[in-house]
């Protein structure tokens, strides 16, 4: 088997995990207060990441240290909108709203970095934000759009949350031009952990009941979802181009919500469905079709 061959297969093997522990973390949450959850897995994750890859650690200078940082910042404030968010919406909608982070990353670098966005991206962006809107406000009486006072607390902070994945891919991609990967994943992810722990008892009420369920959530997200995944992504990325990682990445909220079906019996509705559907496709036009020399790369947020 070709390399080409096993990393398609094992960025696969993320994407079904990463989409798969929507529903884990869900469940978990009865449990344990969202930040607290993250601060734990990221702690655990960076651990991992630290020891897998401590011969890059001693070459560390200040710019590193700050791009990671700033990185690190982003991923803090995504997954702590998102994990918090999910407290209060389904696993499925919660994928499919992170998952219009990827759209996003155009729109952000033509507004605030003056690049060039193709067409094809645009009709991408456009039809992921009317499949956002479909997704989450429910209709209404027949003279108006939608009952946006029924969109629930947490499909808002999901959105959020994909504002801050989105500089987070911008951030990561463009500082992956100039330091070693290793070297990132270990300072962002760290910072993510400090950031967590540092405003977990300021933003939320501490909870947590260790159960079997809570450290298993614990153990895979932070084991598989992060450290093994951050890993195998910067090998597999070699051999895969950006659009067709993306391409890959895409399926994660197909996957979130085969499994959310499958274990909670979690159905959409023919309008949040086809919303659902909607962002799938603006999410392919803007990979497949609108895939621009830009400088980033397309890590998820699950």
Request: hydrophobic content about 60%.
């Amino acid at each position: 088997m070709s390399r080409n061959v096993k990393a398609h297969i094992l960025l696969i093997l993320v994407t079904l995990v990463w989409g798969a522990t929507f529903v884990q973390i869900k469940d978990a949450l009865r449990e344990i207060s969202p930040l607290l959850f993250n601060a734990v897995r990221m702690a655990l994750a960076a651990m991992v990441l630290a020891l897998l890859y401590r011969s890059h650690l001693p070459r560390l200078d200040w710019r590193i240290v700050r791009t990671g940082m700033i990185v690190g910042f982003f991923l803090w404030l995504g997954y702590a909108f998102q994990t918090t968010g999910l407290q209060f919406t389904t696993p499925a909608k919660s994928a499919f709203l992170t998952g219009v982070s990827v759209v996003l990353v155009p729109v952000f670098l033509t507004i605030f970095w003056r690049r060039t966005i193709r067409r094809w991206s645009v009709v991408g962006v456009l039809s992921a934000f009317i499949g956002l809107f479909l997704l989450t406000v429910p209709a209404g009486p027949a003279s108006s759009w939608g009952d946006f006072a029924s969109v629930n607390k947490g499909d808002w902070l999901t959105m959020i949350c994909a504002v801050a994945f989105a500089f987070q891919i911008i951030s990561i991609g463009r500082a992956a031009e100039q330091y070693p990967f290793q070297s990132l994943s270990v300072i962002q992810i760290s910072t993510a952990a400090a950031l967590m722990l540092a405003t977990a008892p300021m933003l939320e009420t501490l909870h947590v009941i260790w159960s079997a369920r809570v450290i298993a959530a614990i153990l895979v997200t932070g084991l598989l979802g992060l450290a093994a995944a951050f890993t195998i992504q910067a090998w597999a990325q070699q051999f895969i181009s950006p659009t067709n990682a993306g391409l890959i990445f895409a399926l994660e909220p197909v996957f979130a919500w085969i499994t959310s079906y499958v274990l909670l019996g979690e159905r959409l509705g023919w309008r949040a469905a086809f919303g659902a559907l909607l962002i799938l496709a603006g999410l392919l036009f803007s990979e497949l079709l609108g895939a621009a020399r830009r400088a980033e790369t397309v890590p998820s947020a699950a």
